[in-house]
């Protein structure tokens, strides 16, 4: 991803002589007009100072809208055309104020509508670790991160899985997925599907991923700002436990149960059945426990046999990933609008530069298993895709 960052900056004040009053020449650093392209950042960072900030967008018509009032400033627009701006530090000393232009055009090379790269991969024990992707002997970190990339980038639809509850993956886009108002932003695809003995609930397979958002505000292109939960139907309900954590054990045996307790107290074991036979541990990892955390949403799994041959997991209503059939759109999108922080509070983000899906529930079904959710493809909503066949 790139990032366009504008440094603003001051010149020193310049002396005269013994009997000149010291003038402050005064260089803010702006230039009148800055070109940037669309979905990407202008990092606006001044270095005079005073006691307040503010950034205004300024209309033909001489209207202005607050834009922040903070020192720094991030611009970010999904739409090419001409913006003006103005800057105001507010002193009683030092009062300054400038007026100019960012010139949004359309990208040089076109953006891609999907996932560009996978930067961290991160699943939980479970029994389709090392197989999707396949580990092979002596992958390091780095070759995992390529497969998975190779996996879930453009249109590829090969799928990954998170494993156990709190296993993540965290992908990123060539551009920043802007947050429109009003609109759907994002859409995952997973490998959720209906059961026909009930055709008048929706349920099957639905193992629901929790979708987290990082807007890169340090301008680094590193996933080490602020994450926020895109909050789902589930969020508020009392049957959803936040500030949630687990931590899983390895075992001493590839063979062996994953033992593993959370933070409501409870211990178990994460079992082993007799479908999968390959380690259940990531190979990769020398770690000997793994701990993940966040909100866990409530056990969706029935067994309606009554005898444990017959599992239906229920689909949430909306807000997780592989939670619905991929033909359901709305049900698979993600609006960044729903963005909230630690505490349950919205938060207006400006758009997303990294998206992690993390595994929502923690149960086990007997010999379906572990819950463990499974990607494939993602999408930012804002870019038409090419004609490729694919269904949209």
Known sequence: ??????????????????????????????????YVARMQKLSLQPALTG??????????????????????YIFLSAKEGTYQLEF??????????????????????????YISEVVEYRPAPGQFINE????????????????????????????ISLGAYG?????????????????????IWGNCFYELTQPDKK?????????????????????????????????SKASTLHNYSITYHRPAQSGDNIAWEDSEGISSALPRNTFHSQPYWPQWIDDSKLTFGGSCLAPNGV???????????????????????????NLN????????????????????????????????????GETSTEICRAQDLHITPKSSGLTQ
């Open 88 to 113: 105001e530090i507010i002193d009683p000393d030092t009062p300054y104020s400038f007026d100019f232009t960012i010139h949004v055009l359309h990208e040089e090379v076109e953006y891609s509508p």
């Open 303 to 329: 067994d309606v046999s009554g005898n444990g041959s017959y599992y239906v997991l229920y689909s949430l209503d909306w807000g997780y990933a592989d939670n619905h059939p991929n033909d359901y759109f």
């Open 132 to 159: 999707m992707p396949r580990y092979e002997e002596g992958d390091s970190y780095a070759d995992i991160l390529k497969k998975c990339t190779e996996c879930i980038n453009g249109t590829n639809d090969v799928m």
């Open 167 to 187: 296993g993540y993956v965290t992908f990123a886009f060539d551009h920043t997925v802007v947050n429109v108002p009003g609109e759907m932003d994002l859409r």
């Open 51 to 72: 006691d307040a900030y503010r950034w205004y967008m300024v209309e033909d018509n001489g209207q202005r809208t607050l834009l922040s009032e903070s020192r720094d």
């Open 333 to 368: 999108s993600f609006d960044i609008g729903n963005a909230v922080n630690e505490f349950g509070i919205p938060v207006d983000l400006p758009g997303a530069d990294f998206v992690r899906v993390y595994t929502g529930v923690n149960q086990y079904c007997g010999w379906l």
């Open 203 to 235: 349920g099957g397979s639905a193992e629901p991923g929790i979708v987290c958002v990082s807007y890169d505000v340090n301008c680094n292109g590193l996933p080490d700002d602020p994450w926020y939960e895109l909050a789902g139907s589930d969020y």
């Open 1 to 34: 991803m790139k990032n366009y960052s504008l440094i603003l900056s001051a010149a020193t004040a310049l002396m005269f002589g013994a009997c000149d009053i010291g003038t402050p020449m005064v260089n803010l650093g702006i230039d009148d007009s800055y």
